[in-house]
């Protein structure tokens, strides 16, 4: 019966959503987060409802779990993925002083970019870019959805080269 279940979910949503988002991002601390973990939260309660009694109580035990999951995640991911900012080699301007002063000041101010990022945007960017990660690793690794780890990377590009460009100006 797809369609009592989709009714189920539809109810569910309109009734529980805005209610659901705020206890999560309480949880959470971050509104992007909370939007993610609310997404999935909906998606586990659709894949189990022919099998729930209390679609609603199972909805915010999945979402409580997930948050769990993000804030261990994140926790975990702020284990210094940054450093390899650090590493001699990042970015080669050669050998002069002034070579290494550009080279200093722009690992600076990429490292101050990705530092604005939220923790989980910042780690699955962290784990692309410096670590080559596919977005399936990145996913398995952060106990998000390859989709997410998608829109969270596009975010980070986006507000990298926000924050750089206002810097150049």
């Known amino acids: 019966m797809p369609d009592s279940r989709d009714d189920l979910l539809g109810r569910l949503f309109s009734e529980s959503h805005r209610a659901l988002r ?6 959470v601390g ?22 729930v009694k209390i679609p609603r109580a199972f909805l915010f035990s999945a979402a409580r779990n997930l948050a769990a999951d993000s804030r261990r995640h994140t926790r975990a991911a702020k284990t210094d993925l940054l450093g ?25 101010l990429l490292k101050d970019a990705v530092e604005r990022l939220t923790p989980q945007c910042r780690a699955a960017f962290a784990l692309k870019v410096f670590h080559a990660c596919s977005y399936k690793e990145i996913a398995q690794r952060l106990g998000i959805s390859p989709k997410t780890v998608e829109n969270h990377i596009a975010r980070a590009l986006r507000e990298t080269h926000r924050y750089l460009r206002q810097r150049y100006k």
């Open 84 to 108: 390899d900012f650090d590493a001699p080699g990042v970015v080669s301007w050669g050998e002069s002083p002034e070579g290494q002063a550009l080279a200093d000041e722009q690992t600076r």
């Open 22 to 27: 705020r206890y999560v991002r309480r949880l």
């Open 30 to 51: 971050s509104r992007e987060t909370a939007d993610d973990v609310v997404q999935e939260a909906f998606l586990r309660t659709y894949q189990h409802a022919d099998h």
